[in-house]
């Protein structure tokens, strides 16, 4: 670009000394002259032309249109001043014209300067030779000399000027259809005609066709045709010529392996100089229906696993429009398909006029991400765990969601069976407790009533008997607590419970089997919010928690503390023991089914993992805190009930 | 003056009655409510029988029995065991740690004084009751 920049100043700077050199041309060689003020007119003239051009944009002299006018201008003042000049002799013009001629014709700058250097050379010699240098009029000829030499470099730059343009707009078209044309998805041919012969291909032929550019090039392109195509080919390239363009469809291509490929052609004439060549684009229907089967093969299995998904599946519009369903939604709602598709997920799964609530499909529209949540039905006794995920574009917006219904009323039920099978394993391991607890008062019975048998003094047995009252109601309370604990968990029987109260009973129940009275009891109970639950199973988080505090600390003592309190949304539940701890490996897996320290007998492993069950049932989350030695607390936040 | 029984039993009404059989038998019923105070009365007093309960609170009956067999002094005093823990492996361990004689509640008057007197030394007499 320096040299656009430089291109005016280098014009005027050549003009400016072919002016000078003029002008010394015309005055010094003055003797013959016949119009002096004729010459000062045209030296004049000559200057104000150049400085005219200084005012003239710097575009214009890029510009061609503009260069010739000038080159003429030049010549036609230059040649006039030379004719002014005295004694102009007719060799001086041959000289003259025979630089514009090599300048024309020369696209080499450095070897003209070096033809003008040798020219005004020769002809300053000649000049000598002749004697004319050393005459009076000898200035006048010695200014010939540089004269030619200023004019072959004037000449010369604008003639190499202008060739460059035009070679450098060449060569920019010719590199963006080249890299167009390397670089296509399809087979591209350039064709001569008469013979459609090939002048060119692309990579994209010489991978499809199995030859190589230098093999295809010079070949006549119907000569890659089968013989019983070649009619239907010549048929098309007589409509090619015709009309410049035209389209064929699935043609056999004869690849250099001998197999054939299957193309569609579209040829269309380009003028690239002179001469016509048409272009071919090949198309490749091999690659297309490769590409289609395959996107037809991932169809069908992707619709494969869609419908063979035991559970419900179901593709929704982020307006709960249903797109797909799988067959076990069909099976399920008994409808077809065509009364499925189209319609609101919630009218025709649910019969409701808005989305239900708790939906997790609301959730991932609102989201976009994945939800679940379980739903009770109780008309059915069943429950459905429903998950939903979102499917995204590449910008990251909804483009529908997968509801992905699964059938948990099994499981669930399994669940409660489990619940209630750790519930009697729990009455087990309390029997000994128990047995201990009644067999005291019961030894009080049998030792006080056979004093009493024996005692002589009716008066004395009132005390006993009132000793053996005492025992027996001891032992009926017992059987109560037991009673409480065994009451069957049913999932319809849920009420307002008190916490604390609960606790209590835990509590009491705990220390039948357990009668460590090393470990000291601190209870801080604030009043707090009744829970929507069954009282059994909270019963069952509580004592399974208060009896793991008395074993954690056998034989060491400390302190228990259950403490309740009213948060904001929720009833938090604290069991603090000062026991061995939990050591920080096993805190991850405490939760786990099976998992257990204690010895085989000892334990199920399944007590925390129906404190969790229990716990997470109602919504409720349960923490753990336990440093070795020191202690363990846990603790459990119920929600509040929402219609309180 | 009969012969001195400790009964250490945390248990008040299961003390009471056997202070008052043993007392009609004519023994000397010293009595105990938890594993420390049985400590305390067998530093201060010379005892013929030991009655032990295990389950007792500041220091249970293992301990008490432990520490009875393995002092000099008071290994020689036979111990019962009157106890709510009825399984074998506790009666097994009782053994192990020298009681003399492992009874579990509940138990019958007669029971309790076949063994008493067994560990007394006064067999005959006791069949004959």
């Given at each position: 670009m320096m040299e656009e920049q430089d291109r005016k100043r280098i014009i005027l700077t050549l003009r400016w000394t072919a002016i000078i050199v003029t002008s010394y041309l015309i005055l010094f060689g003055r003797g013959r002259v016949t119009d002096l003020q004729l010459s000062h007119l045209l030296i004049a003239g000559y200057l104000l032309s150049n400085v005219l051009l200084t005012f003239l944009p710097k575009k214009w002299f890029s510009n061609s249109k503009f260069f010739y006018p000038l080159v003429i201008f030049d010549t036609g003042i230059v040649s006039f001043g030379m004719y002014l000049s005295e004694k102009m002799t007719i060799d001086f013009y041959l000289v003259f014209f025979l630089i514009i001629i090599f300048a024309s014709i020369s696209r080499n700058f450095k070897l003209l300067m070096v033809i003008g250097g040798i020219t005004a050379l020769l002809y300053g010699v000649l000049l000598y030779s002749w004697g004319l240098l050393i005459t009076e009029n000898g200035s006048s000829y010695t200014l010939r000399i540089p004269f030619i030499f200023i004019m072959t470099a004037f000449y010369g730059y604008i003639v190499q000027t202008l060739t460059k343009e035009k070679h450098q707009e060449l060569t920019i078209s010719e590199d963006k259809y080249r890299g167009l044309f390397e670089n296509a998805n399809e087979g591209i041919i350039i064709l001569r005609n008469p013979q459609w012969?090939?002048?060119?291909v692309n990579r994209e032929v010489e991978k499809a066709s199995g030859f190589t550019k230098e093999e295809l090039i010079q070949k006549e392109f119907l000569d890659l045709f089968t013989p019983e195509e070649i009619e239907k080919t010549r048929d098309y390239f007589k409509e090619v010529a015709e009309k410049g363009e035209a389209r064929a469809d699935s043609l056999s291509l004869k690849k250099k392996?001998?197999?054939?490929?299957?193309?569609?052609?579209?040829?269309?004439?380009?003028?690239?100089?002179?001469?016509?060549?048409?272009?071919?684009?090949?198309w490749d229907l091999t690659k297309q229906r490769r590409l289609e089967k395959k996107i037809r093969e991932s169809k069908r299995n992707l619709e494969a696993i869609f419908d063979g998904i035991r559970d419900q599946l179901s593709l929704q519009a982020p307006d709960y429009e249903i797109l797909r369903v799988n067959k076990a939604v069909i099976e399920n709602y008994q409808k077809t398909y065509q009364e499925l598709i189209g319609r609101k997920c919630y009218e025709?799964?649910?019969?409701?006029?808005?989305?239900?609530?708790?939906?997790?499909?609301?959730?991932?529209?609102?989201?976009?991400?994945?939800?679940?949540?379980?739903?009770?039905?109780?008309e059915r006794n069943g429950a459905l765990q429903i998950f939903s995920y979102p499917i995204l574009d590449e910008k990251g917006s909804l483009l529908s969601v997968i509801e992905y219904v699964k059938d948990i009323t099994e499981e669930q039920r399994l669940q409660e069976q489990l619940i209630q099978s750790e519930k009697l394993a729990g009455i087990g391991t309390l029997a000994s407790g128990v047995t201990h607890e009644i067999n005291n008062p019961l030894s009080g019975i049998i030792g006080m009533a056979e004093i009493a048998l024996e005692e002589e003094e009716p008066s004395k047995n009132k005390e006993y008997l009132k000793d053996i009252l005492n025992c027996a109601q001891r032992i009926g309370e017992i059987v109560k607590g037991l009673k409480s604990y065994s009451r069957a968990a049913k999932k319809e029987d849920l009420s307002p419970v008190d916490l604390n109260d609960v606790l209590e009973e835990s509590l009491k129940m705990v220390r039948l089997a357990i009668k460590t009275t090393s470990v000291e009891v601190i209870k801080k109970f604030q009043p707090i919010e009744k829970i929507q639950?069954?009282?059994?199973?909270?019963?069952?988080?509580?004592?399974?928690?208060?009896?793991?505090a008395f074993q954690a600390m056998d034989g060491k003592g400390g302190k228990l503390i259950l403490s309740t309190r009213s948060l904001k949304d929720s009833v938090e539940v604290k069991v603090s023991d000062h026991g061995m701890g939990i050591p920080q490996k096993y805190l991850s897996q405490i939760f786990d089914p099976f998992?257990?320290?204690?010895?085989?007998?000892?334990?199920?492993g399944l007590g925390l993992n129906i404190v969790y069950r229990i716990v997470t049932k109602y919504e409720a989350t349960i923490d753990v805190e336990s440093k070795e030695q020191v202690g363990t607390t846990f603790t459990i936040k119920f929600p509040k009930r929402r219609d309180e | 003056m009969g012969k001195k029984i400790l009964v250490a039993d945390d248990e008040e009404v299961i003390r009471k009655f056997l202070r008052i059989h043993l007392a009609k038998l004519g023994y000397e019923v010293?009595?105990?409510?938890?594993?420390?105070?049985?400590?305390?009365?067998?530093?201060?007093?010379?005892f013929d029988l030991l009655i032990c309960d295990i389950l007792m609170p500041k220091k249970d009956g293992w301990e008490v029995i432990k520490e009875v067999k393995t002092n000099p002094k008071t290994k020689n005093i036979p111990v019962i065991v009157l106890t709510a823990k009825n399984e074998d492996s506790d009666m097994f361990k009782g053994y192990d740690l020298g009681v003399n004689y492992y009874m579990t509640k509940p138990f019958t008057k007669g029971q309790l004084l076949y063994g008493l007197k067994l560990m007394l030394g006064e067999t005959q007499e006791a069949i004959r009751t």
């Open positions: 012969q090939i002048v060119d392996d001998g197999t054939f490929l299957e193309v569609d052609l579209s040829t269309k004439r380009i003028d690239l100089g002179d001469e016509p060549f048409y272009q071919v684009i090949i025709v799964y649910y019969q409701r006029s808005v989305p239900c609530e708790r939906c997790p499909v609301s959730v991932t529209i609102e989201t976009k991400q994945p939800a679940s949540s379980i739903m009770k039905f109780s639950a069954n009282v059994g199973e909270v019963q069952q988080v509580f004592t399974n928690l208060i009896n793991n998992f257990t320290t204690k010895k085989p007998g000892e334990g199920t | 010293k009595e105990a409510a938890d594993g420390e105070q049985a400590m305390e009365q067998l530093g201060k007093d010379d």
